[in-house]
């Protein structure tokens, strides 16, 4: 669904297409498209200037809510946020922290599925930026070309920080994979805990969230079926 299917501006006021509103949207989980919303200008402040303005704003933000910024716990606080924000959780925003990816020819001539399950990541919900945490499971078949297993791990991670729709992880994830493998033979399962779920809004702690991507031989029953047998066991 694009943006301009959900949101109209006019005059500075959001008039909703589809009976939303910009808090309704966040909550139904609808995204805008496959890549990372980033502005043209994204990377013309260096990484030190954007973490002393985050550190600033983020500042205000706790001085807005009441707490004493001259206190020994929280005095850096701002300082380390920012550092995190830019170093570790939203390091995948950054293309040149994007994982070098070398291919070898498939000596073993090994032409059955290759799978890396149970892949941790943490990520972050782009409608509310608290966390989402999860499992990846990830499966190819050579085309005549691997990758170390490795590298399935940290493309995995790469695209998993950032704001994220889970949606979209899924498809970003499988993308850069076919691209890479040069095959469509490529499947992704996701399934994580979005905490704007289990601890705010409707408070459901229970539940997960499972999003798929089958591609090329993948996308056949058959193939579906051998893939959630392997993943069971």
């Known amino acids: 669904m694009k943006t301009a299917d959900v949101l109209n501006h006019m005059n500075g006021t959001a008039i909703s297409l589809n009976g939303f509103n910009h808090d309704e949207i966040g909550d139904e989980h609808l995204l805008t498209g496959m890549e990372t919303p980033m502005r043209a200008d994204a990377f013309k402040m260096s990484d030190e200037e954007k973490k002393q303005k985050i550190s600033y ?4 933000i706790m001085e807005t809510l009441g707490l004493d910024l001259n206190d020994d716990s929280l005095k850096g606080t701002p300082n380390r946020v920012a550092k995190m924000y830019i170093e570790e959780i939203f390091s995948g925003l950054n293309p040149m922290n994007k994982p070098k990816v070398a291919l070898f020819d498939n000596k073993y001539q090994y032409n059955q599925m290759l799978i890396e399950k149970n892949i941790q990541f943490y990520s972050n919900c782009e409608h509310h930026f608290v966390p989402i945490m999860g499992k990846a499971h ?3 078949i050579s085309s005549g070309k691997v990758i170390g297993l490795s590298k399935l791990n940290r493309i995995v991670q790469y695209y998993a920080k950032r704001p994220q729709v889970q949606e979209r992880l899924t498809n ?7 691209e ?9 399962i996701i399934d994580a805990k979005h905490l704007c779920v289990s601890s ?7 539940s997960t969230t499972i ?11 058959e193939k579906i079926i051998e893939l959630q047998n392997f993943l069971n066991n």
Not at 200 to 206: L, T
């Open 57 to 60: 704003h983020f500042a205000e």
């Open 138 to 140: 990830v499966a190819y």
């Open 172 to 178: 970003q994830i499988a993308t850069e994979l076919c």
């Open 180 to 188: 890479i493998l040069q095959t469509d033979d490529v499947a992704v």
């Open 200 to 206: 705010r809004g409707v408070k459901d702690d229970s």
């Open 211 to 221: 999003t798929s991507y089958y591609g090329g031989v993948f996308n056949t029953p």
